[in-house]
């Protein structure tokens, strides 16, 4: 998944290089500014594949989801602080930061909906870490592949540059394509069992634990199978 977005992000950058002067500098300043929120994101979406993935490890797919829920929750409210602390201040900011009035005008759009992409920017980079976390990464990264390639890439194309929404358009089209992830990581969240996916965890994790121990040691076997999910105890002489 990480691939897909990597290109789409990197082509957008490419393709950003055909606006003018002022809107190239507008777009680079607001979205540069605007990225201190990006951190927060980040550390959200590590916490978020590590306790969803120990949840579906321990056969515990509710806890999983209350893990994803929590994120969410978390990412949504941090956003809101942050976009309520710096709106406040963005005529001061990008005054200092824009050589003239042209680029301004360009940074100050930018700016403004690169803040409203946050919160969905943080949701989508959760989603995809839980996505991974519940043995979901082969179907998640075909549809992200379909969302930057078909979606994400020609909108963003047709908004900045047919339609005229200029630097805007970029920050717009990305706005849409990760509208279009979120709704395939809920679809695959909503279309497929946690508690079946957390059993085929669960087992992969018990197996490469006992592949790993002295076959002479049937006990010490036992005992990590005797907590398999439903009581499916697995052979100990593997």
Same mark, same amino acid.
């Given at each position: 998944?990480? #691939? ?25 300043i607001g ?51 942050? *976009? ?36 969905f920017d943080?949701?989508?980079? *959760? ?10 990464? +082969? ?11 078909? *979606?994400?890439?020609?909108?963003? #194309? ?9 630097p805007d ?8 394509? +990760?509208?279009?992830? *979120? ?10 069992? #946690? ?7 669960? +087992? ?16 010490? +076997? ?17």
């Amino acid at each position: 998944m990480s #691939w897909f977005d990597f290109v789409a992000v990197e082509l957008v950058s490419l393709v950003s290089g055909k606006l003018n002067e002022d809107e190239l500098d507008g777009y680079t300043i607001g979205s540069t500014i605007s990225s201190f929120m990006q951190p927060f994101s980040y550390a959200v979406c590590i916490a978020c594949l590590t306790y969803v993935g120990i949840s579906i490890g321990n056969f515990n797919p509710k806890q999983a989801k209350r893990y994803l829920w929590a994120c969410l929750y978390w990412i949504w409210l941090s956003s809101a602080f942050l *976009i309520a602390i710096s709106l406040p201040f963005m005529n001061s900011l990008l005054k200092n930061f824009t050589p003239d009035g042209e680029s301004q005008k360009y940074a100050a759009g930018v700016f403004v909906w690169s803040l409203i992409l946050a919160p969905f920017d943080g949701s989508g980079l *959760i989603m995809s870490s839980a996505v991974k976390s519940i043995g979901l990464e +082969k179907p998640g990264s075909v549809l992200v592949g379909i969302c930057d390639f078909l *979606i994400f890439l020609p909108v963003t #194309w047709l908004l900045t540059f047919p339609l005229g929404l200029q630097p805007d358009g970029l920050v717009i089209g990305t706005l849409i394509g +990760k509208l279009a992830k *979120i709704a395939c990581y809920s679809y695959l969240f909503v279309t497929n069992d #946690w508690e079946k996916l957390s059993e085929k965890l669960s +087992k992969i994790i018990r197996d490469k634990k006992l592949h790993a121990m002295p076959d002479d040691d049937p006990e010490a +076997k036992q005992s990590i199978t005797s907590d398999m999910p439903n009581n499916k105890v697995l052979p100990t002489n593997i």
